[in-house]
């Protein structure tokens, strides 16, 4: 599919088994085989929805929902028990009453009606891998890391669909794409080990992690933090996609373009370190809690290793897509 044809609409899922990359260790991908043949996932087992946040026109309030077809259903407009946030729905331990008010078919506004924002605010972590896509390592000329490379953004970083990427011109000068699968937390989460790691997961979204190049590379002693963490720097959305619509998280085609030009297209069977390894290494040294968001690294295609490298700038569309999960478009503004 090209760019022009993208849609926000899942594409059907064909389950697919993993074959090992030459850069891959196989001890992992052997786990990887084992974790993938029986997936019952305690967190979200048979809700099959997507969750979103928004706004009404009228209210900035930011509430949760969840999105049936074209329409979405106001949690605590049906339910005054359930919170209006998904932070504070998954704290709570909120989603069997979830699963109730699905079975009930109740009322629902139309999405148009509404302003989407950030499917989860407010989380403790925002986690990051770099060097995780094997295409993303060769066009880098570098061999793939023998453990994950983790880094981090600040939770006031991220935004939503209906948010800009505002870009500060007169301190960078070269902000980057990186379009990323995001892995949401739904439960506490510690010394979980790799075969149990997807029953901590809530299910799944879109991001960009942005990037400002100079500062990553070059002002700021090799370390990465000024770089990903500038204002507006984490778009993610527009839904967080439940686990058990998408039984197999590493079999996904994910692709970016900018003003409409395709500039990275991969699959997620290309990711280094697999998502249940991940999580079992940040657990054995710290918690994960709800809402907690782990961007799982970018593939090939970035601005910096084209020739001649390519950077934002401000007026430019970005848009990112996973299958099964949607389309996050994103605007790039001045700051």
Same mark, same amino acid.
């Given at each position: 599919m090209n760019a022009a044809g993208w849609t926000v609409r899942a594409i059907t899922c064909v389950k697919t088994y993993l074959r090992p990359n030459k850069a891959v260790n196989t001890s992992v991908v052997r #786990?990887?085989?084992r974790e993938s043949s029986a997936r019952h996932f305690s967190v #979200?087992? #048979?809700r099959n929805m997507k969750f979103a946040q928004f706004t009404y026109s009228n209210n900035c309030e930011v509430r949760v929902g969840y999105v049936e077809g074209e329409n979405i259903v106001d949690l605590n407009k049906v339910d005054c028990s359930i919170p209006t946030t998904l932070l504070q729905l998954l704290?709570?331990?909120?989603?069997?009453?979830?699963k109730r008010?699905?079975? #009930?078919n109740p009322p629902s506004v139309p999405l148009s009606s509404?302003?989407?924002?950030a499917p989860i605010l407010g989380m403790d972590k925002v986690l990051c891998i770099g060097l995780n896509y094997q295409d993303h390592c060769e066009e880098q000329k570098l061999t793939p890391p023998a453990v994950p490379m983790i880094f981090n953004k600040f939770p006031s970083t991220v935004i939503g669909p209906g948010d800009a990427v505002r870009l500060r011109t007169d301190m960078t000068t070269k902000v980057d794409w990186e379009v990323e699968l995001v892995v949401v937390i739904g439960k506490t989460a510690s010394n979980v080990k790799a075969a149990n790691a997807y029953d901590y997961i809530l299910g799944y979204t879109v991001s960009q992690d942005i990037s400002a190049r100079d500062w990553q590379k070059e002002r700021n002693g090799g370390q990465f933090l000024l770089g990903k963490a500038?204002?507006?720097f984490c778009p993610i959305g527009p839904y967080i996609v439940t686990t058990d619509e998408i039984p197999d998280p590493q079999v996904l085609d994910i692709k970016c373009s900018v003003n409409n030009v395709l500039k990275q297209t991969s699959n997620t069977r290309n990711l280094v370190h697999k998502i249940p390894n991940v999580i079992e290494r940040l657990t054995s040294v710290m918690t994960l809690y709800p809402g907690d968001i782990l961007l799982t690294g970018t593939p090939g295609g970035?601005?910096?290793y084209r020739s001649p490298p390519e950077y934002l700038k401000p007026g430019d569309v970005i848009h990112s897509e996973i299958q099964n999960i949607g389309v996050l478009e994103t605007k790039v503004a001045k700051f």
């Amino acid at each position: 599919m090209n760019a022009a044809g993208w849609t926000v609409r899942a594409i059907t899922c064909v389950k697919t088994y993993l074959r090992p990359n030459k850069a891959v260790n196989t001890s992992v991908v052997r #786990s990887t085989f084992r974790e993938s043949s029986a997936r019952h996932f305690s967190v #979200s087992s #048979s809700r099959n929805m997507k969750f979103a946040q928004f706004t009404y026109s009228n209210n900035c309030e930011v509430r949760v929902g969840y999105v049936e077809g074209e329409n979405i259903v106001d949690l605590n407009k049906v339910d005054c028990s359930i919170p209006t946030t998904l932070l504070q729905l998954l704290k709570n331990g909120d989603l069997e009453k979830v699963k109730r008010i699905k079975a #009930s078919n109740p009322p629902s506004v139309p999405l148009s009606s509404v302003k989407l924002a950030a499917p989860i605010l407010g989380m403790d972590k925002v986690l990051c891998i770099g060097l995780n896509y094997q295409d993303h390592c060769e066009e880098q000329k570098l061999t793939p890391p023998a453990v994950p490379m983790i880094f981090n953004k600040f939770p006031s970083t991220v935004i939503g669909p209906g948010d800009a990427v505002r870009l500060r011109t007169d301190m960078t000068t070269k902000v980057d794409w990186e379009v990323e699968l995001v892995v949401v937390i739904g439960k506490t989460a510690s010394n979980v080990k790799a075969a149990n790691a997807y029953d901590y997961i809530l299910g799944y979204t879109v991001s960009q992690d942005i990037s400002a190049r100079d500062w990553q590379k070059e002002r700021n002693g090799g370390q990465f933090l000024l770089g990903k963490a500038m204002d507006t720097f984490c778009p993610i959305g527009p839904y967080i996609v439940t686990t058990d619509e998408i039984p197999d998280p590493q079999v996904l085609d994910i692709k970016c373009s900018v003003n409409n030009v395709l500039k990275q297209t991969s699959n997620t069977r290309n990711l280094v370190h697999k998502i249940p390894n991940v999580i079992e290494r940040l657990t054995s040294v710290m918690t994960l809690y709800p809402g907690d968001i782990l961007l799982t690294g970018t593939p090939g295609g970035v601005g910096m290793y084209r020739s001649p490298p390519e950077y934002l700038k401000p007026g430019d569309v970005i848009h990112s897509e996973i299958q099964n999960i949607g389309v996050l478009e994103t605007k790039v503004a001045k700051f």
